[in-house]
């Protein structure tokens, strides 16, 4: 059993120096991007062998059965080291459907599902939007009908994040056609290796194809394989965008601040520090770090004194962190100037997110770092979304007509 509070945050530290090399220089200083894609794989492994993923899951499923405190422990000592808290997939498998099993699963789902995905066994990807169904996913038409004690299910889904690598993926299916539209659908686990399953790749701007569309041609997944209930699926899906856009609202500002001081690196290594608007602009960001960080201990506060799940306050953070990620990223490009735009190093292009811990201040990164925060703005719900969303749930304000 791993121990809580600040000592847990000397077990992890104790952790880590015990498995990175002395003269290690955080994640960003491999420059290669086979070779950094490689050491997150691996450091994965490590993480699971030591005991620090799935780390707030009770122990009966492959947890620590600690809290988001030590979760939040945890990341600030990983980002002090310029390592990944967990790997690339596990945003879907570990942020997202864990969370929803532990609150909607049966004990059943709970036994077959949380240790695979725990040991990466299981690798999930979210098959939510779909051609013409997004923002109002409620509308969306991928059929699943029940043939015995069988779903088969029929559709498109788009924007698949990472499909090529999952073996698994989480479906939202319309079950009732004659229900309203979001009380007709259901919440279901389907294995994507199956012949009416295809996963085409799709191009982004960036050159890469992490996301890629879903085809399911009469595909099958045993009927105990939905998620709190038949025609519930709205109320799982809702509780996981929750999850989604206000999971790391008490971690994200360590990252946050972890790259404004990089950034505030870049601005004196250029001599754009000497510029009074320039200073302006990062005295502003990191004011708007600072207010994440007290943004994040309120919603965390309420979460540790809830039921675990976030409401609409999620919202709150999802719209200030992405908008605030697209300032820092062209706050970068202006620092830099034309030479911004020119890819460094070797490798392809890479579209850097946030939290990938220490990486190196060259060009091409912070414009990989723009193209990621501009799709921050539009993944798990646009900003107009979330400003609807807070207009409607949250300041009361009357509905928009739909
Ligand atoms: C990088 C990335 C990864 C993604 N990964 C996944 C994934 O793994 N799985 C998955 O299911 N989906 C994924 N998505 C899809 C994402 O959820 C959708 O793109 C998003 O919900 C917006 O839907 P849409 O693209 O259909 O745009 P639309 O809904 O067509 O919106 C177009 C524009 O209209 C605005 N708009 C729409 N409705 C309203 C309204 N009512 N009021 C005001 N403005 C409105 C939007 O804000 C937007 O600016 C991903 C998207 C991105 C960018």
């Given at each position: 059993m791993a121990p809580s509070g600040e000592a847990f945050r000397d077990h992890v530290r104790a952790i880590l120096?015990?498995?990175?090399?002395?003269?290690?220089?955080?994640?960003?200083?491999?420059?290669?991007?086979?070779?950094?894609?490689?050491?997150?794989?691996?450091?994965?492994?490590?993480m699971l062998r030591r005991g620090l993923l799935?780390?707030?899951?009770?122990?009966?499923?492959?947890g620590a059965g600690l809290t988001k405190l030590e979760q939040i422990i945890l990341v600030e000592e990983c980002a002090r080291a310029g390592v990944p808290?967990?790997?690339y997939s596990d945003t879907f498998g570990l942020k997202m459907l864990a969370n929803i099993l532990l609150y909607f699963g049966t004990e059943t789902q709970k036994q077959r599902f949380l240790p695979p995905t725990l040991?990466?066994?299981?690798?999930?990807?979210?098959?939510?939007?779909?051609?013409?169904?997004?923002s109002d996913l409620a509308s969306l038409s991928t059929r699943a009908e029940l043939d015995g004690d069988?779903?088969?299910?029929?559709?498109?889904?788009?924007?698949?994040?990472?499909?090529?690598?999952?073996?698994?993926?989480?479906?939202?299916a319309r079950t009732n056609a004659d229900a309203p539209?979001?009380?007709?659908?259901?919440?279901?686990?389907?294995?994507?290796?199956?012949?009416?399953?295809?996963?085409?790749?799709?191009?982004a701007m960036s050159g890469e194809s992490?996301?890629?569309?879903?085809?399911?041609?009469?595909?099958?997944?045993?009927?105990?394989?939905?998620?709190?209930?038949?025609?519930n699926g709205w109320a799982v899906a809702t509780t996981l965008l929750g999850f989604e856009r206000g999971e790391e609202a008490a971690t994200n500002p360590i990252l946050f601040r972890a790259e404004l001081d990089r950034l505030m690196a870049l601005a004196a290594e250029r001599g754009a520090a000497r510029d009074p608007l320039i200073r302006q602009r990062l005295a502003e960001l990191y004011i708007r770090v600072e207010i994440m960080r007290y943004l994040g201990d309120k919603i965390i506060a309420g979460v540790l004194a809830g039921d675990g799940r976030l409401g609409p306050e999620a919202s709150i953070s999802k719209l200030f962190w992405s908008e605030y990620h697209k300032d820092v990223a062209n706050l970068a490009l202006d620092i830099l100037g034309p030479a911004g735009q020119i890819v460094e190093g070797r490798g392809l292009l890479?579209?850097?997110?946030?939290?990938?811990?220490?990486?190196?201040?060259?060009?091409?990164?912070?414009i990989g770092a723009l193209y990621n925060a501009t799709a921050g703005t539009i993944y798990a719900g646009t900003s107009q979304v979330q400003r609807n969303i807070l207009a409607e749930n949250v300041l009361g304000l009357p509905r928009e007509p739909r």
């Open positions: 120096a015990e498995e990175l090399p002395a003269d290690w220089k955080g994640l960003g200083a491999i420059e290669d991007r086979a070779e950094a894609d490689a050491f997150v794989e691996s450091w994965r492994e490590t799935g780390i707030q899951w009770p122990v009966e499923y492959g808290f967990m790997g040991n990466g066994e299981i690798r999930w990807c979210q098959g939510f939007s779909e051609p013409g169904s997004g069988t779903w088969v299910l029929n559709g498109q889904k788009l924007w698949t994040t990472r499909a090529r690598e999952a073996n698994w993926i989480f479906v939202l539209k979001n009380r007709g659908i259901s919440f279901l686990l389907v294995n994507m290796d199956q012949p009416g399953i295809e996963v085409r790749p799709i191009k992490e996301f890629n569309e879903v085809f399911l041609n009469d595909v099958t997944t045993p009927a105990e394989n939905v998620v709190g209930g038949v025609d890479r579209t850097y997110r946030y939290d990938d811990p220490g990486a190196p201040n060259t060009s091409g990164r912070w």
